[in-house]
C-alpha cells in the first residue's frame, strides 16, 4: 500500500508544493515529486490578477507575472499577499474588498486544482519563524477555505534542514538560512543520533522583495525622470519591479557548490585582539563583525582599508579622542593592530559561479513611455550590498549570540530560499563561514521537500525547553515541560494562590534559564488564599497559550496570553531517504 504526503512552502514571492511517497509493504521511499507551473519545472508563482470588470475573472501564478505588461491595464496585480495574513489590510479592486485570508484562499485553490490529485487534501505548511498567532489562524483558514487540512506547522529553515539530512549527517550543529521573498528566516539546528534539537530559531521581515524595491526606486529616476517612485501609476510600477527582479536573477546565478574556493578555516583566527598600550581599552574583534565593518569597503586599496578600519574601531579602543586627535604614537599602535588583523583573518573572496555571464551590463526595456536603463553589475552590487550588511548579517550574528556560538564553532552552513541565490549575499555568508556553505540545486523546493518528509514522519513537536511560572521565591515551576510536552497537549488545570493582600496578580513565564516570556496582570478580590485557575496548551500552530482565570471575580472572567518562537526537536529514526 502507498501512503502519500504532502509538504507546502508558502511563500511571498514563490509557492512549493512537493509529494513523498513510501510503500508501507517494503518500507521503501521514492522520489520527492515536486508540482509547480511550467510543467512543474519551476515553483508557482504568488501572484494574482482580479479583473476590473468582472469578479470572476481570476487570473494565479506565473501567467500573471511573465505577462504584467498586457494585464495590468485591465487587472489589478497582487503580490506578496502572504503579508496580508494576520492584519486588517484589504486591497481594493473596483468596489470589491479583498483581506489576505479571501486572497490566500484564492491561491491555494488554485494551486490544489493545478496539482490534480484527489489525496491532495492535506498538508504540512513551513511558515516563517515570527509568523504572528493570527497570521497563522489565517492561514489555517485559507487552506481549509481551498480544501487542504494544515497538519502542522514547520519553521521553513528547520525544514530546508530535515530535507538535506541525510547527505549532512555527519555535521552536528548546522546553521541554517532561508532568504525568501518576505523574510529572512535561520535556524541553528544540533544533530544528535536521530534527533534534531532547534538550538536557536530568529527571523526578520526583509526579503527578497525589499531587495526589488530598493532597486526599483534607484533606478527609477532613469527610466521616468518625471515622476517619483511613489508618484508612478500602478501599472508602471508592476512593470518596473518584474524588470528589476528579472535583473535581479540574471546579475546572480546559481552557485555550483562544488567550485567553491576552498580556504581552510583552521589556519586563520576567529577572533583578535586589539591592544594599543596605556590610555586605551583593549578590544576583541571577532571574524563576523570584521567581515561587517570591511565588507563595504572592497573597492578601495589596502592601504586605505587599513585607514578606514582605524576611523572605526578608534572610538572603540580610544573613547575619550577622535582618530584625528591621536598622537602619533598611539596612531602608530592602532594602524599596527589593524595591519596585522587583517593577516591573522582569511582574506576577504567569493564564491565561484556557474558562469561568468552573471557580470554582464544589463538592458532594461520598462514599457511604454519609459527610457531605456543601462546597469552594469558593479552598480547592482553597489545597491544590493549595503542591504545585505545592513539586514542579513546582523541578524546572523544575533542567532550565534543566542546560543553564545562563533562562526568556528557552526560546522555547516545551509542556504534555502529563493533570494539565496543573490551574489552579494552568498559572497558575505562565504566570508564568514568559509569552506562551511552548502547550496542545493534545490533551493527553491528544499522547504517544501522537507515539509513533506517532516508529514511522512508523523513525528511529535517536543518542547526544547521548559515554560515556567516565576514563583514569589524567584523558583521557577514547569508549566509546559521540555521533552514531555508536545504540540497538542493540554495541561491540566493548576490553581496558585496569592501569598499577601493584593488586588491584582502577576504571572510572570520564564523559560528553564529565566529569560521572559510574557507577563500576565489578573485581578483579585484582595484576601489572602485566593485561588487562581492556570490551564495551558500547544496548539497545531505550534503557538502556547495559557489561561488564567478567577472565578472571585465572575465564573468566565479569565486572562490569556500567547508564546510564539517555541524550540522543538524531531526524531528522524523512521525514515530514510534513497
Not at 515570527?130 to 489562524?137: E, G, L
Not at 514547520?154 to 530535507?163: L, P
Not at 558562469?355 to 544589463?362: A, G, I, P
Not at 501569598?499 to 489578573?522: M, P, Q, R, W
Amino acid at each position: 500500500m502507498e501512503y502519500i504526503f504532502y509538504g507546502i512552502d508558502f511563500g511571498t514571492t514563490n509557492t512549493s508544493v512537493c509529494m513523498y511517497s513510501a510503500d508501507d509493504d517494503t518500507q521503501m521511499s521514492k522520489p520527492i515529486i515536486s508540482f509547480g507551473e511550467n510543467e512543474n519545472t519551476v515553483p508557482f508563482s504568488s501572484c494574482i490578477a482580479i479583473s476590473k470588470s468582472n469578479a470572476s475573472d481570476i487570473l494565479c501564478g506565473r501567467r500573471v507575472k511573465e505577462h504584467i505588461n498586457e494585464l495590468t491595464p485591465n487587472y489589478k496585480i497582487i503580490t506578496s499577499f502572504k503579508s496580508l495574513l494576520g492584519t486588517d489590510n484589504e486591497v481594493i479592486v473596483a468596489d470589491r474588498r479583498y483581506d489576505g485570508v479571501m486572497l490566500a484562499t484564492i491561491f491555494l485553490t488554485f494551486i490544489k486544482n493545478s496539482v490534480k490529485r484527489s489525496d491532495f487534501t492535506e498538508a504540512v505548511f513551513s511558515i516563517p519563524v515570527d509568523f504572528t498567532s493570527k497570521s497563522r489562524h489565517d492561514l489555517l483558514k485559507a487552506a481549509e477555505n481551498a480544501g487542504i487540512k494544515v497538519k502542522a506547522f514547520i519553521s521553513e529553515s528547520t525544514s530546508a534542514y530535515i530535507f538535506k539530512q541525510q547527505s549532512i549527517k555527519q555535521y552536528s550543529k548546522v546553521m541554517v538560512i532561508d532568504w525568501g521573498g518576505g523574510t529572512l528566516d535561520l535556524s541553528i539546528l544540533n544533530l544528535k543520533g536521530n534527533t534534531i534539537t532547534e538550538e536557536a530559531v530568529y527571523g526578520i521581515k526583509y526579503g527578497g522583495d525589499d531587495i526589488d524595491e530598493e532597486l526599483a526606486r534607484r533606478l527609477q529616476p532613469k527610466a521616468y525622470p518625471d515622476y517619483s517612485f511613489d508618484e508612478l501609476p500602478s501599472d508602471k510600477k508592476d512593470i518596473l519591479l518584474k524588470n528589476t527582479e528579472d535583473m535581479k536573477k540574471q546579475f546572480s546565478p546559481l552557485i555550483a557548490e562544488n567550485e567553491a574556493t576552498v580556504v581552510d578555516a583552521n589556519d586563520y583566527a576567529s577572533e583578535y585582539r586589539i591592544l594599543c598600550g596605556p590610555g586605551s581599552k583593549p578590544l576583541i574583534v571577532e571574524h563576523s563583525d570584521y567581515v561587517e565593518m570591511t565588507a563595504p569597503l572592497l573597492n578601495l586599496s589596502e592601504s586605505e582599508i587599513v585607514d578606514e578600519l582605524c576611523k572605526i574601531i578608534c572610538p572603540m579602543v580610544f573613547t575619550d579622542t577622535s582618530y584625528f586627535e591621536l598622537v602619533s604614537i598611539k596612531k602608530d599602535r592602532l594602524k599596527s593592530n589593524i595591519e596585522k588583523m587583517m593577516t591573522e583573518f582569511q582574506p576577504l573572496k567569493s564564491l565561484k559561479t556557474v558562469n561568468n555571464d552573471y557580470h554582464l551590463t544589463k538592458n532594461l526595456l520598462l514599457g511604454k513611455d519609459a527610457k531605456p536603463v543601462r546597469v552594469e553589475y558593479d552598480d547592482f552590487v553597489e545597491i544590493v550590498s549595503p542591504l545585505v550588511y545592513k539586514y542579513v548579517l546582523p541578524a546572523i550574528n544575533h542567532i550565534m549570540k543566542m546560543v553564545n556560538v562563533k562562526p568556528a564553532g557552526i560546522d555547516a552552513v545551509i542556504l534555502a530560499g529563493g533570494s539565496s541565490g543573490l551574489a552579494p549575499f552568498t559572497e558575505v555568508i562565504n566570508n564568514v563561514f568559509p569552506d562551511k556553505v552548502i547550496f542545493d540545486n534545490d533551493y527553491q523546493w528544499m522547504v517544501a521537500k522537507g515539509a513533506a518528509i517532516t508529514n511522512a514522519l508523523d513525528c511529535q513537536f517536543i518542547l526544547c525547553d521548559d515554560i515556567c511560572l516565576l514563583l514569589s521565591d524567584n523558583s521557577k515551576y514547569p508549566i509546559l515541560k521540555s521533552n514531555i510536552n508536545k504540540v497538542g497537549d493540554t495541561v491540566d488545570s493548576i490553581s496558585f494562590s496569592l501569598t499577601e493582600d493584593s488586588e491584582d496578580a502577576h504571572f510572570i513565564f520564564v523559560d528553564s534559564e529565566g529569560n521572559k516570556y510574557s507577563v500576565l496582570n489578573v485581578y483579585a478580590k484582595g484576601f489572602l488564599d485566593e485561588k487562581l485557575t492556570l490551564s495551558a496548551s500547544i496548539d497545531r500552530d505550534q503557538i502556547a497559550r495559557i489561561k488564567v482565570s478567577n472565578s472571585n471575580i465572575s465564573s468566565d472572567y479569565c486572562v490569556t496570553t500567547e508564546i510564539n518562537k517555541l524550540k522543538f526537536y524531531y526524531d528522524l529514526s523512521k525514515i530514510s531517504l534513497v
